[in-house]
């Protein structure tokens, strides 16, 4: 039987990994054992593999001895993207390829998190899901303080929890910043790390959802939404990010642990879990099945999701690349593997509806 190729486009780090066989995030062998169950070879490649031109790639396939080789190829028909990329010329790679029919599916790279908001605010329905949010500025930021106890003013492209300060009021004159685990209080005048992120454009200032907290400390979850083997949007899994103690931020680069919900949600003995998780589970596919309208072939996102203390899903930001790796910090082995044989089934679907109209 012909087992068709599908292609893994990948970074530079990983590639190299498995040019090496050392594991960067991706585990190569859940990808391999995917493609095994539906009838598809794998090959990873970066951008720079590809030649549009003569329809060629420069491909990493596993040779008979079990390790990968190079081997020039045709450019497979699907494609699952797993880089993040920035230049506008790697950008208008993907398109040129799409245009000339390969499917590359999950594509996005960094819309910002304003855009994204703006896209979610249009359905009524998840309005009251989402934190008021505005981009960067002065006035926006006197106006937010009026409204809101507490703020957060965060990079519109973040990443990691990097540069995410946090500001409460403290009484009706006096607020506090934190940063860097540092904090200072401040009236009138404004500390110079708040007039320095409201005065920049690329930043983003929202509410502060009051997160529920797990031993003191706040906690979000991230969910894996990804499409399947029919085509269609499922909630692969979800697993709670702990912030460290003291921290508001819960990123594992900024050493928040991960738990399962059902941890998480022990010591609320008023919430039912099938309840919040179902919640979670409407309103994430409410949102993609949004996002998707405009970003045509998403296939595999990971959103950050507060909850409030009685249980109500908040949207914190979408990531078009899921590391996928808080499923494993948080021994979910079965969930972590189901979110990379998860693309591969949505993969083969794509390649039998491709035969299906030929
Ligand atoms: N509006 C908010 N309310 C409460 N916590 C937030 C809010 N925005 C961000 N955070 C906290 O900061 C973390 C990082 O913010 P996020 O928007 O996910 O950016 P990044 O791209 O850096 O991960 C979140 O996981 C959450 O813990
Ligand atoms: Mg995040």
């Not at 450019?75 to 790679?93: A, C, D, M, T, V």
């Not at 990123?251 to 003995?269: I, P, Q, R, W, Y």
Request: glycine share 8%.
């Amino acid at each position: 039987m012909n087992t068709p190729t599908v292609g893994i486009l990948v970074d530079g780090l990983i590639y190299s990994g498995i040019k090496t066989n050392v594991s960067y995030f991706e585990h190569i062998s859940f990808y391999e054992e995917a493609c095994i169950q539906f009838g598809l070879c794998p090959c990873f490649f970066r951008l720079k593999d590809i030649t549009i031109e003569t329809n060629q790639i420069n491909a990493l396939v596993k040779g008979n001895k079990g390790k990968y080789e190079m081997k020039k190829i045709a450019i497979p028909q699907i494609i699952h993207n797993r880089g993040l990329f920035f230049r506008n010329e790697s950008k208008l790679k993907i398109k040129n390829l799409q245009k000339s029919g390969v499917i590359i599916f999950n594509d996005w790279n960094r819309y910002g998190k304003l855009d994204v908001h703006n896209i979610l605010m249009k359905n009524e329905e998840l309005q009251s899901h989402l934190p008021e949010t505005k981009r960067a500025s002065s006035g926006n930021f006197i106006e937010m303080m009026e409204k809101h106890k507490a703020l957060i003013i965060k990079p519109n492209s973040g990443s990691l929890g990097g540069g995410v300060v946090m500001v409460e009021k403290k009484d009706s004159e006096l607020w506090e910043v934190y940063y860097n685990q540092k904090r200072e209080a401040f009236a009138t005048e404004w500390p110079e790390i708040v007039r320095k992120k409201v005065s920049n454009k690329n930043y983003i200032i929202q509410e502060r959802i009051p997160l529920a907290e797990y031993q003191g400390s706040p906690f979000d979850l991230r969910v894996s939404v990804q499409k399947n083997g029919i085509g269609e949007w499922q909630v692969t899994g979800m697993v709670g990010k702990v912030a460290k103690i003291g921290n508001y931020v819960t990123n594992v680069a900024k050493g928040g642990t991960c738990k399962t919900l059902t941890e998480l949600l022990n010591d609320f003995s008023d919430l039912d879990f099938n309840e919040v998780y179902y919640s979670i589970e409407d309103f994430s596919i409410k949102a993609v099945t949004e996002l998707n309208k405009y970003f045509p072939y998403l296939a595999d996102v990971g959103l950050d999701i507060g909850l409030t203390t009685e249980g109500f899903p908040m949207f914190i930001e979408c990531n078009g690349r899921d590391l996928r790796i808080t499923f494993g910090k948080a021994k979910m082995h079965e969930v972590w593997n189901a979110t990379y044989t998860t693309p591969i089934s949505y993969a083969r679907y794509l390649f039998d509806s491709k035969i299906d109209e030929e």
